[in-house]
T-cell receptor
Framework: AQSVTQLGSHVSVSEGALVLLRCNYS??????LFWYVQYPNQGLQLLLK??????LVKGINGFEAEFKKSETSFHLTKPSAHMSDAAEYFCAVSSYNQGGKLIFGQGTELSVKP | KAGVTQTPRYLIKTRGQQVTLSCSPISGHRSVSWYQQTPGQGLQFLFEYFSETQRNKGNFPGRFSGRQFSNSRSEMNVSTLELGDSALYLC????????????FGPGTRLTVL
C-alpha cells in the first residue's frame, strides 16, 4: 500500500522568504512522486514530478523538490516566496503498477504575508 | 491543445436523486480518472477508465459508477445521493506514455441538500 503524509496543514511565510513544504511517503515499490498546486475554485496543476533519474527536480514557477529515498521524503522548496504562491499544495505518490491512481496527502495551505 | 473540460461546473441536487457528471479529456489521452475532493477526506481516487474499460477502482460504494465512450469522454454517475456526497469532483486524463502524470480539469462542485 502507498500513503503520503504532509507535515503542516498551514504554512505561513513572508514575501521573499524561503518556502519549504514537507512530504513523506510510504511505498513498497519504487515511487513516482508529484507536487500539485490548487488555486481557489480551480483544479490541480502539476508543479513537478519525480519518476526516475535525477533526484533533484525542478518545476514551474521556481519550485524544486528532492527525492530522498533513505528519508522517504520529497519536500518542496522555493527560495523566495511571491504573493502569487498563496494556494494549496498537494503531494502525491503513484507507481508503475498503479495505472492512473494517485494517492494524495492532505494538503498544505500556503499563505504569503507582504 | 485544449485542457480537460468538465460539465457542469456547479450542480445542486437533493438527497435521493441521482447525478451524472461529464469529462472530456485532452485530445489523444485515452486514460481518464476521477477523484472526489472534500474538506474532511481530502482527495480520493474513485476510478480510472482506459479505452472504455474500468482499469482501477477506489474504495467507494457501488452508488458511484462511471463509463467511458469510444471518443474517450467519460461520465460519472452517483445514484441515491447522500449529504456526504457533496464535494468537488475532479476528472484527470493522461497520455499513454506518462509516468502516471495526471492533467486535471477544473472540477464539478456538487452540493447535495
Amino acid at each position: 500500500a502507498q500513503s503520503v503524509t504532509q507535515l503542516g496543514s498551514h504554512v505561513s511565510v513572508s514575501e521573499g522568504a524561503l518556502v519549504l513544504l514537507r512530504c513523506n511517503y510510504s511505498s513498497s515499490v519504487p515511487p513516482y512522486l508529484f507536487w500539485y498546486v490548487q488555486y481557489p475554485n480551480q483544479g490541480l496543476q502539476l508543479l513537478l514530478k519525480y519518476t526516475t533519474g535525477a533526484t533533484l527536480v525542478k518545476g514551474i514557477n521556481g519550485f524544486e523538490a528532492e527525492f530522498k529515498k533513505s528519508e522517504t521524503s520529497f519536500h518542496l522548496t522555493k527560495p523566495s516566496a511571491h504573493m502569487s504562491d498563496a494556494a494549496e499544495y498537494f503531494c502525491a505518490v503513484s507507481s508503475y503498477n498503479q495505472g492512473g491512481k494517485l494517492i494524495f496527502g492532505q494538503g498544505t495551505e500556503l499563505s504569503v504575508k507582504p | 491543445k485544449a485542457g480537460v473540460t468538465q460539465t457542469p461546473r456547479y450542480l445542486i441536487k437533493t438527497r435521493g436523486q441521482q447525478v451524472t457528471l461529464s469529462c472530456s479529456p485532452i485530445s489523444g489521452h485515452r486514460s481518464v480518472s476521477w477523484y472526489q475532493q472534500t474538506p474532511g477526506q481530502g482527495l480520493q481516487f474513485l476510478f480510472e477508465y482506459f479505452s472504455e474499460t474500468q482499469r482501477n477502482k477506489g474504495n467507494f460504494p457501488g452508488r458511484f459508477s462511471g463509463r467511458q465512450f469510444s471518443n474517450s469522454r467519460s461520465e460519472m454517475n452517483v445514484s441515491t445521493l447522500e449529504l456526504g456526497d457533496s464535494a468537488l469532483y475532479l476528472c484527470a486524463s493522461r497520455p499513454d506514455s506518462s509516468y502516471n502524470e495526471q492533467f486535471f480539469g477544473p472540477g464539478t462542485r456538487l452540493t447535495v441538500l
